[in-house]
């Protein structure tokens, strides 16, 4: 599937909102066990005495489900554009379970391509907040997009 989006479709100033994910203990956990198992994503009373005081997902885990949610049908990236760095990576508060995850982004900036006409460089920020407004995770991505 490529994406409906092409460069010459992105304005500064646009922004756009993903569904919606509720993270469940036993996620954090499987995720954990397999890419970072630290005691406090693994188990309750491991995270009650860490930092986080309680179960917390790995920030990773958290960028998973939100790439889930922008390709899904959040910022239009399914498909064909592709990110090639990423700024300002920022975790502020844990995902915990029971926590419903959504994201929006925006886009800062459209950099056309000097040797590729109709092609470019969009940066955006996402932020991603729990239930409560909570900003869990953000950052600046800067995307190459076709034409």
Partial sequence: MVSPFQFADFRVGQTFRSGAHTVTAEEIKAFAQAFDPQPFHLD?????????????????????????????GGLP?????????????????PLRPGDTLTAESEVLEVIPSASRPGTGRVRVACRAVNQHGAEVMRYVATLVVRG
């Fill in 77 to 93: 990236v399914a498909g064909g554009i592709i990110a090639n760095a990423i700024d300002e990576l920022r975790w502020p508060h």
């Fill in 44 to 72: 309750e009373a491991d995270g009650a005495r860490s930092l986080f005081g309680g179960l917390a997902a790995s920030g990773w885990h958290t960028a998973g489900i939100v790439m889930r949610l922008n390709v899904a």
